[in-house]
């Protein structure tokens, strides 16, 4: 990866990091899930609200962790609004693939621009240990929206 993208990428981070967007609790929510992951402390509590037709209408999260696990949080929050469940599925098995291959196809059903905004977060594919900082949003949220109540990446 060249230096100035590695650069960037680490720019997003530490600002999402910092300053979480979404951060808090919305008040009519119709999903709720936990997140923990022990092998490096982060937790995550995660609300959903959707519509008749399974679009994500409003989204937000608390918890505390590493920057990692906070800007990734943050920045799905930010992509999974207007999104249906099943668009959400499907950039979450993608930003897995993302995350632990290197030759991770880009599957055409994805929305390329939200898959492009989470490339930021590939870097993690280096640090194996890491991948379940930067997927914890995303289990907490495939939870959620199967009303699974609590998820540990272990
Ligand atoms: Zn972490």
Same mark, same amino acid.
């Given at each position: 990866?060249?230096?100035?993208l590695?650069?960037?990428?680490?720019?997003?981070?530490l600002?999402?990091?910092?300053?979480?967007?979404?951060?808090?609790t919305?008040?009519?929510y119709?999903h709720?899930a936990?997140?923990h992951?022990?092998?490096?402390g982060?937790t995550l509590v995660?609300?959903?609200? /959707?519509d008749?037709?399974?679009?994500?209408?409003?989204?937000s999260?608390?918890?505390?962790?590493c920057?990692?696990?906070?800007?990734?949080?943050s920045l799905m929050?930010?992509?999974?609004?207007?999104k249906?469940?099943?668009e959400?599925e499907?950039?979450?098995a993608?930003?897995?693939?993302m995350c632990?291959?290197?030759?991770a196809e880009?599957?055409?059903?994805?929305?390329?621009?939200a898959?492009?905004?989470?490339e930021?977060?590939s870097?993690?594919?280096?640090?194996?240990v890491?991948v379940?900082?930067?997927?914890?949003?995303?289990h907490?949220?495939?939870?959620?929206?199967?009303?699974?109540?609590?998820?540990s /990446?272990?």
């Open positions: 990866m060249m230096d100035d590695r650069e960037l990428y680490q720019e997003v981070i600002d999402h990091g910092k300053h979480p967007r979404n951060y808090g919305i008040e009519d119709n709720t936990h997140g992951n022990p092998m490096c982060d995660l609300y959903l609200k /959707t008749a037709d399974d679009v994500v209408r409003d989204v999260f608390k918890g505390q962790g920057a990692i696990s906070v800007a990734s949080a929050t930010e992509i999974l609004k207007g249906t469940v099943t959400a499907r950039l979450f993608a930003f897995h693939d632990t291959r290197d030759d880009r599957p055409s059903d994805v929305d390329e621009e898959l492009e905004r989470l930021v977060l870097g993690v594919r280096e640090f194996p890491r379940k900082c930067a997927t914890l949003a995303w907490t949220m495939d939870a959620a929206v199967h009303d699974k109540g609590e998820i /990446t272990e």
